[in-house]
Nanobody, 127 residues
Framework: QVQVVESGGGLVQAGGSLRLSCTAA????????MGWFRQGPGKEREFVAA????????YYADSVKGRFTISKDDAKNTVYLQMNSLKLEDTAVYYC????????????????????WGQGTQVTVSS
C-alpha cells in the first residue's frame, strides 16, 4: 500500500505564487508517475501536471502551461508544484496521485489509472 500526502495549499491573491508538495510513502514502485489534479467549485476534477520518476520532463494541462512547474526529488519520493501567476480560476482542491509506469502518450492524464490519491489541499485565489 502507498500513502500520498499533499501540503502547501492556502489563500493567495491573484498574480501570486504557491508551492504544493506531495510525498508518497509505503511500497513505492520502482517506476511511477506522480500527477497533480484539481477540482474547482462546481467543476469536474481535471489533470494539471505529471512527472515520471527518474525523468525530468513534466507534462502540463494547457491551462497551466507556462505558469506551473512540476518538479521532484526522487530520493524522497516527493513532487512539487510551483504555481506562479495564479488566477481566480485556479481556485480548487488540488490532489496528488500516483500510478505505475505507462508508455502510451498522454496516459499520465487518465485519472482512473491512478491507484493512490492524497486527501487534497485547498488553493484559493482571491482578487
Amino acid at each position: 500500500q502507498v500513502q500520498v500526502v499533499e501540503s502547501g495549499g492556502g489563500l493567495v491573491q491573484a498574480g501570486g505564487s504557491l508551492r504544493l508538495s506531495c510525498t508518497a510513502a509505503g511500497r513505492i514502485p520502482s517506476t511511477y508517475y506522480m500527477g497533480w489534479f484539481r477540482q474547482g467549485p462546481g467543476k469536474e476534477r481535471e489533470f494539471v501536471a505529471a512527472i515520471r520518476r527518474n525523468y525530468d520532463n513534466g507534462y502540463y494541462a494547457d491551462s497551466v502551461k507556462g505558469r506551473f512547474t512540476i518538479s521532484k526529488d526522487d530520493a524522497k519520493n516527493t513532487v512539487y508544484l510551483q504555481m506562479n501567476s495564479l488566477k481566480l480560476e485556479d481556485t480548487a482542491v488540488y490532489y496528488c496521485a500516483m500510478r505505475g509506469y505507462c508508455s502510451s502518450y498522454g496516459c499520465y492524464e487518465a485519472q482512473n489509472a491512478y491507484d493512490y490519491w492524497g486527501q487534497g489541499t485547498q488553493v484559493t485565489v482571491s482578487s
